[in-house]
């Protein structure tokens, strides 16, 4: 047998960089680039095997490691999921600051390769440096926190034992119902320790991305079901993008009439502007969504998992007889609301089912009615964007509204916290599939500007937009050195309102009375001043190295917009937003989310806000 004498780390990277996906015909390289922040723990094992291999893998520096999974959770959404990337960090603090991002990649289903350093599988001495030691359990070391947040995990504590745990990490990686954060860690002796490795071992892998067919007992249930629906709703998740359904859903709304609203993660199945599309469903949803969620006798999802957000807290889906069914490929997920379950392929199971639906249509009076329900809603946008006058302060709406006027199907806008996700569920016109980005799953503050390099890399013709607050920056904004050395041409808005304005509102609404939301001075009685804090996130950016361009009026916004829209280089636009009597100037909440206000308080406030959280809570109910 011919073998290839490697340190451990070399033949990682060699086998990584052979490793494909297939889908559809397409092949995809399955691992494209390899982020790094080097220490002790990763810097003489897998960081010399990039060197070695720089041809066959690129290197990606990051600055912060919590962000470098950012950026490749952004890369893999844009690519479908049938391509990622690997991370690379140091033991102690580098391999713990992975666990955010790692919980953000699983949540969303969305595949990534951790290689933490670790602690010496020898241990020569013991303690070594950043070692966290454990007195009852000599094998345990700060790495396990990755456990709970990863989809795979395998601490490689021999050369040889490399071999299973590559293959099942690639498995894992590669799988359209199973895929999430995969963690290998990596002892940084084993790293160095050379070994013979079989040649087959870096031969190329296909690894096949599936598309199941559905059971025909359960798509004949469905079939059936559908057909004894008068309104039925679909619901759009994040399953339609990964599987590709789009086309798909488009003909099947097209044939039945059957409307279509979408969570966060699936907005953008169907273009804002095609007759079925109805917008954002739940907390976040428009008043066309919820009002046809509230009255669906069947509500039909498709790649969700029923997020908070999405039912409302379990309020939302109020018709007495209402039955779901289920589209997901993981059964798990198509189990939910003791649903009809259709274990399937998106794609697969939408193109089966429009097969059998070709001669149904939906009641001409319940789609003449979303119809026009679906011109109010728009009328509302509209309005929400419009800006009377062009030399004032712009709200957030008017933001979103003058971006919304100057992109295409080929821009994309991410974000994932604080009050845009709701004002960009309820107002977002998204043009193509790919275009709206807000990650809503785990909503991880700081998310935003790595992402941004992320779907850069993956897609570097189409213009990239990362949408931040002030406080949302203030979690991470140290990618934009790495935008800034690898030219990767991000646009970064940054959103000025001097708080934490969405916390905020809802702390008021719960009884908190804002509680400690504002950036201001504190005065010496420990109460807090009008007076915003001095800070200058503009400056910030610029010693980043980022092109910075202030807007002060909605007229400097348009033209800053436009000019960092053609920019060739990492673009700033910084904008101070007006206050208006809502967090942002976007139409209320049409749907509840439950946050727990105190049962027993003296403050009036939370008094108030606890009958009205009560009154929300008694139509709650369980779907069974």
């Not at 390769?113 to 966290?132: E, K, W």
């Not at 003058?402 to 309820?426: F, M, R, Y």
């Not at 016109?429 to 980005?437: E, I, L």
């Amino acid at each position: 047998m011919s073998t290839r004498r490697l340190t451990t780390a070399q033949a990682l990277v060699a086998f990584l960089a052979r490793q494909y996906t297939e889908r559809d015909g397409q092949r995809h390289r399955l691992i494209g680039a390899t982020w790094g922040i080097f220490g002790h723990g990763n810097v003489a094992g897998i960081g010399q095997a990039l060197l070695e291999s720089a041809q066959d893998m690129r290197y990606l520096q990051g600055r912060n490691e919590q962000a470098m999974v950012h950026a490749a959770v952004g890369y893999a959404r844009q690519c479908g999921r049938l391509s990622a990337h690997a991370v690379t960090t140091s033991v102690g603090p580098g391999a713990t600051n992975l666990v955010t991002g790692a919980a953000l990649a699983t949540v969303n289903r969305l595949p990534v390769l951790l290689l933490p350093g670790d602690t010496f599988a020898t241990r020569p001495a013991d303690p070594v440096l950043q070692q966290l030691e454990v007195p009852y359990a000599g094998d345990v070391s700060v790495n396990d926190c990755l456990r709970p947040v990863s989809k795979y995990f395998d601490r490689v504590t021999r050369p040889e034992a490399l071999i299973p745990a590559a293959l099942q990490a690639m498995r894992v990686l590669a799988d359209p119902a199973d895929t999430g954060a995969v963690t290998l860690a990596l002892p940084q002796d084993v790293q160095a320790e050379a070994h013979d490795w079989p040649e087959e071992f870096f031969a190329e892998r296909l690894w096949s991305v599936r598309r199941p067919a559905p059971d025909t007992r359960e798509l004949a249930a469905a079939i059936r079901a559908v057909r004894e629906s008068a309104r039925p709703l679909i619901v759009a998740g994040g399953g339609v993008h990964h599987s590709g359904a789009e086309e798909a859903l488009a003909a099947l709304a097209e044939a039945t009439g059957i409307p279509v609203a979408s969570t966060q993660a699936g907005k953008g199945s169907l273009r804002y502007d095609h007759p079925a599309d109805v917008g954002g469903i739940g907390h976040t949803g428009t008043a066309t969504a919820d009002e046809l969620a509230r009255t669906a006798d069947l509500v039909i999802g498709i790649g969700t998992r029923y997020s908070d957000f999405t039912t409302a807290s379990g309020t939302l889906f109020a018709h007495p007889g209402v039955r779901f069914l289920n589209i997901n490929i993981t059964a798990f997920d198509a189990y939910k609301l003791a649903a009809l379950p259709l274990v399937a392929d998106a794609r697969e199971a939408v193109t089966i089912l429009l097969r059998h639906l070709e001669d149904h249509r939906v009641p001409a009076r319940y789609e003449a009615g979303y119809r026009e329900a679906k011109a109010r809603w728009e009328a509302r946008v509209d309005a929400a964007y419009a800006a009377e006058n062009d030399e004032v302060r712009p709200t957030q709406t008017q933001v979103l509204g003058a971006l919304d006027a100057l992109v295409t199907d080929e821009d994309v806008v991410i974000n994932a916290a604080g009050s845009l996700p709701g004002d960009l569920h309820k107002l977002w016109r998204a043009r193509s599939p790919r275009q709206y980005h807000v990650e809503y799953g785990y909503s991880c503050m700081g998310y935003e500007i790595p992402a941004a390099i992320g779907v850069g890399l993956a897609a570097p013709a189409r213009p990239v937009w990362a949408l931040v607050g002030d406080g949302t920056y203030l979690m991470n904004p140290t990618e934009i050195v790495t935008a800034v050395q690898e030219n990767v041409p991000v646009k970064v808005v940054i959103l000025q309102n001097h708080g934490y304005a969405s916390i905020g509102g809802l702390s008021e609404s719960v009884g908190a009375e804002g509680f400690g939301t504002a950036y201001r001075f504190r005065a010496a009685d420990g109460t807090y001043t009008g007076d915003p804090l001095p800070v200058d996130l503009a400056a910030n950016a610029a010693s980043l190295g980022m092109h910075v361009i202030r807007a002060k009026t909605v007229r400097d916004l348009r033209e800053a917009l436009a000019e960092a829209r053609t920019a060739d280089r990492p673009t700033c636009v910084y904008v101070e937003t007006e206050t208006p009597d809502t967090v942002s100037g976007a139409p209320a909440a049409q749907a509840w989310w439950d946050v727990p206000v105190a049962e027993t308080a003296t403050r009036p406030s939370a008094v108030l806000a606890r009958e009205e959280y009560d009154r929300q809570a008694a139509a709650r109910r369980r779907h069974l």
